[in-house]
T-cell receptor
């Protein structure tokens, strides 16, 4: 149990286009989802925290109008990279926190990641 | 918010025990310590979590001293497939702080 999926697993787009990445908790309800970005050989950088039914909380330096996050249900959050540019090319990872239960506090279940390449 | 500090990299050989220590001097009373493993181009994977003393599961042990200002992840008899980046995170049940530190890149050699 506790599987998180991401779609697509990779995407290549032209500069100026928008790309939507989906994050789904497949077998549990997630009150909170997190979005990260990771550049090669670097750690994960938290972009935003998303609670179901409310606006996402963005980290300092992350443009909320460029990285649109929607957490419309307890099993789905989406990240839309608007007007993507080559510098937005990165590995985007989501994680979900189980609404209740689970083997431990604060346990996050991570998706497999989405590789975005902007040409 | 508790900041974590880990060694940037470690090398080991197959069959050895590996201990990775994480410092978190300003850990809060309700914070838990969680360790994750990440392979290239994959999302992190939960390894173990603890609050104090010692926790053991099927893949690792976690040692936490009484002052909780550090923790040590112990991997028994590592194999080549344990080559990965290991992250420790500190946070509480109601704390949405899930910021990763730099992590420790473990390389297991034959």
């Amino acid at each position: 149990g506790a599987v998180v999926s991401q779609h697509p697993s990779w995407v290549i787009c032209k500069s100026g286009t928008s790309v939507k990445i989906e994050c789904r908790s497949l077998d549990f309800q997630a009150t909170t989802m997190f979005w990260y970005r990771q550049f090669p050989k670097q750690s994960l950088m938290l972009m935003a925290t998303s609670n179901e039914g409310s606006k996402a909380t963005y980290e300092q330096g992350v443009e909320k109008d460029k990285f649109l996050i929607n957490h419309a249900s307890l099993t789905l959050s989406t990240l839309t990279v608007t007007s993507a540019h080559p510098e937005d090319s990165s590995f985007y990872i989501c994680s979900a926190r189980r609404a209740s239960g689970g083997r431990s506090y604060n346990e996050q279940f991570f998706g497999p990641g989405t590789r975005l390449t902007v040409l | 918010l508790a900041k974590t500090t880990q060694p940037i990299s470690m090398d080991s050989y197959e069959g050895q025990e590996v201990n990775i220590t994480c410092s978190h001097n300003n850990i809060a009373t309700n914070d838990y310590i969680t360790w994750y493993q990440q392979f290239p181009s994959q999302g992190p994977r939960f390894i173990i979590q603890g609050y104090k003393t010692k926790v053991t599961n099927e893949v690792a042990s976690l040692f936490i001293p009484a002052d909780r200002k550090s923790s040590t992840l112990s991997l028994p008899r590592v194999s080549l497939s344990d080559t990965a980046v290991y992250y420790c995170l500190v946070g509480g049940a109601n704390n949405n702080d899930m910021r990763f530190g730099a992590g420790t890149r473990l390389t297991v050699k034959p």
